[in-house]
């Protein structure tokens, strides 16, 4: 086994009396190394950890720094493992820093009693979970925020190389958060391994170094926050749709989830509805529309747009482009198979320059009483031309023409409704 791995488990299994929770669950975690442990309520998260710290007996491989955990005593396993359960009771009128100094007896020798090293030692522990101003206080007088910070403290303070939080911040506000996940990142970087049950997904991605996500008691997926943390995988384990960006600072990955209310009823035949868009404009657009239940395609997209994030995210087809390139001849003629295919045509304006100027002009070829213009209140045509002038005129050919323009969703749904065609007619359940 690699010296550096201080866990190691494989084909594990663990439950309570009713069978197992965690099942055939196989993975390791190396010295240095921040790892978070997600999944929806009831995977087996915190049975895992339980399993790992012999809270709760288990089968199959399971090793501390090379070393079967059952092999450990009580005293050798506490000062090579750090626990931070999700609750624990606080029944007895101890003092905050009493509480802490019992994290260093299994590093004193039999009958020997705790030094001004140990103290020191703790109090240190207090400063860095943020507590230091409440080392004399009764626990039995701490909010649910600062006790959960005593049980880290307590865990920090036992200076182990594995340290196992399971939800340790869900008792805590924003900055604290911030402070504990800042902590044992910290901790990590000096060379400990951190592995915690999280259910803020954004907050374990900002800070982690590797997710593990389980359904079910079983490993899914494995690996950096990035590739763990993928739209289709949300949706997978969570059931939730969700979209997926960069943090605009760390670059880190962050989840937005999308509204989860009931999709409306559509009586009648459904239309299929082009929506072209681009930088932007469309991405609110292809949400308003899939949750009123269109069937939605997309026109050209550079798979830099938010615009096509949207679309993979929703599950929409489009027509995707490299960035920052001209629109080969095989798209171009895709777009107009999808123009000829629409029953109607929604175009949210968007900056037009020479590259993507084809696509307007395609539009020119259209029924113009099949299209409408999503253009923003307060805006005109000529902001959004950056094609020497060229966008207007087809802009404004389109709506001399008969198309419609609007500056509001509502108008869309009502074009969308009314016109002749296939007309999907919404009724929204109440």
């Known amino acids: 086994m690699n010296l550096s791995v201080r866990l190691l488990a494989e084909n594990l299994k663990a439950g309570y009396s009713g069978g197992d929770i ?85 590093r004193t020798r039999r009958f020997a009693s705790i030094g001004s090293d140990d103290y020191a030692r703790c109090h240190r522990a207090l400063a860095e979970t943020g507590i230091a101003r409440l080392a004399n206080r009764s626990i039995l007088t701490l909010s649910g925020g600062e006790w959960q910070r005593v049980l880290i403290a307590r865990a920090v303070a036992q200076d182990t190389g594995v340290i196992l939080l399971d939800e340790p911040t869900s008792h805590l506000d924003l900055s604290h958060q911030a402070e504990i996940f800042s902590l044992m990142r910290n901790l990590a970087a000096a060379g400990s391994t951190i592995i915690g049950v999280f259910h803020d997904l954004n907050m374990a991605a900002l800070y982690c170094d590797r997710l593990v996500m389980i359904r079910d008691g079983k490993i899914v997926a494995d690996g ?65 529309l899939s949750r009123k239940g269109y069937c939605l395609s997309a026109g050209i997209l550079a798979t830099t747009d938010s615009d096509y994030l949207a679309t993979t995210t929703l599950g929409i087809p489009c027509i995707a482009i490299p960035p920052f390139s001209k629109i080969p001849a095989p798209a171009q003629e895709k777009f107009r198979n999808s123009l000829a295919r629409a029953d109607r045509i929604v175009l949210s304006v968007h900056p037009v320059g020479c590259g993507n100027l084809p696509v307007l002009l395609a539009l020119r070829e259209v029924d113009p009483a099949r299209i409408i213009l999503h253009l923003p209140e307060g805006r005109d045509f000529a902001s959004f031309d950056f094609a020497r002038g060229s966008a207007v005129p087809v802009l404004s050919g389109l709506c001399a023409a008969g198309a419609r323009c609007s500056s509001g969703f509502g108008e869309i749904l009502e074009f969308l409704e009314t016109n002749p065609g296939k007309t999907g007619i919404i009724r929204n359940e109440p």
């Open 224 to 288: 950096r926050p990035e590739d763990v943390m993928t739209p289709e995988k949300i949706r997978d384990v969570y059931g939730i749709e969700v979209v997926s960006s960069f943090h605009p600072v760390t670059g880190r990955t962050f989840l937005l989830p999308l509204d989860s209310g009931t999709p409306p009823i559509i009586s009648g035949e459904m239309q299929n509805v082009l929506v072209i868009s681009g930088g932007g404009s469309g991405g609110e657009l292809l949400h308003f």
């Open 22 to 106: 965690v099942k055939n669950a196989s993975c390791s975690f190396t010295a240095g190394t921040f790892t978070g442990i997600i999944g929806p309520n009831g995977s087996g998260k915190t049975t895992l950890l339980k399993a790992f710290s012999r809270v709760i007996p288990s089968s199959g491989i399971l090793e501390l720094d090379n070393k079967a955990v059952s092999a450990y005593s009580p005293a050798e396993l506490s000062a090579a493992l750090g626990f931070v359960p999700q609750d624990e009771g606080c029944a007895f009128p101890y003092s905050v820093i009493q509480v802490v100094l019992m994290a260093r007896y299994a």
